[in-house]
C-alpha cells in the first residue's frame, strides 16, 4: 500500500503540467498559476483523509484546484472593483487597449456565467484534459458536459450581443 507521501510524489510527477495548465486556463496569470496549485495541493494534503477513492485522485485535485483558482477569480474581481472606485484602473492606449477592452469584456461575460458553465468552458474546454476525464472532473457524462458547453456559449453569445447593442 502506497503513502501519502507516495501518491502525493506520483501525483505531481504526472499530473503537475495538467494542474498548472488548468490553473492557467481559469486564471490568466502566470504569476498566479503556482500560488493556485500550491494551494489545491496543500489542501487535498490536508482533507486526504477525506478521498475515499470515489474518483481518481488526480480528478479529486483538480476539482480543488477548479475551486481554488475560481476563489481566486472572485477575489481578483472584488479587488478591481475596489481600484475603480479609486480611479486605479491603468489602461493602455490605442489598439491596445482597446484589444485589452475586448478581452476584459470576454472575461466578464464568461464570470457572470452560472458556475457550471464556467466550469464546463474551463475544464471541458480550455483545459486540455479528454472529454471523459473532463467529465468525470465536473461530475457528469460526456453528453452533459457537451450540452453545457454549447449552452454556456449560447450564453456568451447573447451576452456578447446584449452588450454590443447597448454601446450602439
Known amino acids: 500500500m502506497e503513502t501519502r507521501e507516495q501518491v502525493f510524489e506520483q501525483l505531481i510527477r504526472e499530473k503537475l503540467g495538467l494542474l498548472r495548465g488548468t490553473a492557467m486556463r481559469i486564471l490568466g496569470s502566470p504569476a498566479d498559476v503556482d500560488d493556485a496549485v500550491q ?10 483523509a477525506g478521498f475515499h477513492g470515489q474518483s481518481e485522485f ?26 475603480a472606485d479609486y480611479g486605479e484602473s491603468g489602461a493602455a492606449s490605442g489598439e491596445a487597449a482597446e484589444e485589452a477592452s475586448l ?15 464556467r466550469e464546463s468552458l474551463s475544464v471541458g474546454v480550455l ?6 476525464e473532463a467529465a468525470a472532473m465536473l461530475g457528469c457524462t460526456r453528453n452533459t458536459l457537451y450540452q453545457r ?10 451576452s ?9
Do not use: F
Request: proline share 3%; glycine share 2%; net charge positive.
Open 58 to 83: 488526480a480528478t479529486w485535485v483538480t476539482r480543488i484546484l477548479i475551486n481554488v483558482c475560481y476563489d481566486m477569480v472572485r477575489d481578483r474581481a472584488r479587488e478591481h472593483e475596489v481600484l
Open 103 to 117: 478581452l476584459d469584456r470576454l472575461d466578464a461575460a464568461v464570470a457572470r456565467l452560472p458556475r457550471l458553465y
Open 149 to 158: 458547453i454549447h449552452k454556456a456559449k449560447q450564453l456568451l453569445a447573447q
Open 39 to 48: 494551494e489545491a495541493l496543500m489542501t487535498a494534503w490536508r482533507k486526504y
Open 160 to 168: 456578447i450581443r446584449e452588450v454590443s447593442y447597448e454601446e450602439a
Open 127 to 132: 483545459s486540455g484534459y479528454a472529454p471523459d
